[in-house]
């Protein structure tokens, strides 16, 4: 019996990722339309492409290998995984106990392998200038990352993501300056890793900037249906992340009442909207760096990293 | 275990670090100047904090001092000296900033285990200040080794004397002539390099201070 409520309340986890993830995008959009007063389009829009994307035909080149027509689904779901182990609305869900954040990074960056292949599967020029570029940011942004994660690791003294939550929101973490780095690390990782704004405008097809674009740029019908679900996913995971890590209030025990858990998902809601306004006003407040500026900004967030790390060790001297 | 004295020193102290860092990260000389003010500022909030936790009123006396002097007087001085200098208003840096990065990493993790070694039967809060008041010092230090530009050589040197006033906070039943005489060594300090700054203006018409290497005959 209770296994089943295990997997019913997991099952629906994976179905509100899967339900909200183009919403969030479409609010973002949406939001970024309003701050530079224009109309924008609705929030539904995501769903909408979708359902068109899925609907056409799929053109693929005469030299695409089986890697190019796998990559779709073998991203999405890695990246579908991923979104599903990090705790939404509840802590201790069936999933979470095997939630490593180093799994979660390694799904991460697999998804981001095999989309590097695709895009120079095909030989054209563009995607194999994605794909460097891609490369080139994730080489930066993962080390970035693994060191948020062992800064949080030696505060929580745990990878494992409900029981950051649980510590965080117990009264027993003071005011700890090197959560404080590892929360601004994090966001400037999702920043870069979510294509956005400072790194990257997936918004246009500019040849000279796009990175995340031009990869995917040979990719048409449900294959570009998969990726782009893919993208929406990332987004709400690293925003669930944040969430989850530093800001988990009002997140569900694992084993208390269906109320709870409605608090936890409304709660969550709010933070998902919150952090989505914060992005779209960030985005339109800032202007998009060239390439060659990327490394100094990850390299910021890799300091960042390291330097919240270092001083751990001082805050643990007594 | 966690009480709130030790937090939030914690925390001013380690921003103190951090914004060390930010003056490494900067390019350009007003951005740099605005930054040290910032680094005063959050150092007169540190040292009025620990006049507050070690119920030291002369300590708020510095904290003044390092809020009007270096926080106000000091940068408001150095940018009209930029500006009557009519210099190059972007730091030429000796080495990358990358690099310049990762240096400063080595060095406050140098200041961190050397720190924690030395000062091990020490109050947490007295060892815990020492240890970022050396990195501040270590990295003032990088400041003014990595940049050729002398302004921004004055400032890593201020940002140094910022870790030296630290250090002085922290450690219980500092005497407040000795604080005052820093300030006031600092202070005269200050003017010596203004000065100079306008000597070697005049001279090599550039504050690269690699100008001098040329003028003494030697090769860089």
Redesign the interface.
Known sequence: MVVMSDIFVQGMQMLLVLLLAPLLTGFVRKMKARLVRRQGASVFQPYRDLLRLLRKEVVLADNASWLFRVTPYVTFAAIWVAAALVPTFATGLLFNWTADLIAIVSLLGSARFFLALAGMDVGTSFGGIGASREVMIAALAEPAMLLVVFCIALVAGSTQLSTVANFVASS???????L??AVIALIMVALAENARIPVDNPATHLELTMVHEAMVLEYSGRHLAMIEFGAFLKLLLYISLIACVFLPWKIAVFGTGPLSYAVGAVAYLVKLAAAGFFLALFETATAKMRVFRV??FL??AL??G??GT??L???K?? | M???A???S??LA??L??IS?MML?QDRLYSLLNVFALHALVLALSVAWQAFIQDAPHLYVTAAIALVFKAIVIPVALHRIVMQLGIHRDIESAVG??LT?LA??GL??LS?VLM?RVTAEAD?LA??DL??ALSVVLLGLLVMVTRRNAVSQVVGFMSLENGLVLAATGAKGMPLVVEISVAFSILIAFIVIGIFLFRIRERFDSVDVSALDDYRGERR
Do not use: K, N, W
């Open positions: 027993y973490v003071g005011l700890r300056v090197s404080g780095m490394p100094q390299g910021a300091m960042l390291l330097l270092l001083l060790f001082v805050s001297s007594f | 966690h009480s709130l030790f937090d939030v914690h925390t380690g921003g670090v951090l860092f990260y900033i990358g990065m400063g990493m406050v993790a961190m924690l947490p060892r815990e240890a970022f």
